[in-house]
């Protein structure tokens, strides 16, 4: 037999995950906040990039690289999957030579 603790524990658990992916979300920003939405995951993709260029380029780059993903962290869990998302799309871009430097 399952404790109501659980079974709370779970809905809770869905329903943070609920609003952490939520579409609405989406629809109640403005275009000005997604095109800088935008501009934040480029920057954070460029910035993957120094770290492929050795050990100076990573060390300048990792200042700004931690605040970006700080930033994406507080403001929300999906964005900070997207930054993540861009990381993993510019580093596998880079070594691959799909993406110069």
Known sequence: MESTSTADDRSD???????MFDPEELRRRNLV???MDVLIL???GLLAILFTMGTWPAVIGAVPMIALL???WASSKAF???QALAIGASLFGTVTGV???
């Open 80 to 82: 900070f999957v997207a």
């Open 13 to 19: 658990r869905r329903g943070s995950l609920a609003r």
């Open 99 to 101: 993406l110069p430097y």
């Open 42 to 44: 480029a920057t954070t």
């Open 70 to 72: 700080y930033f994406g």
């Open 33 to 35: 906040s997604l095109g």
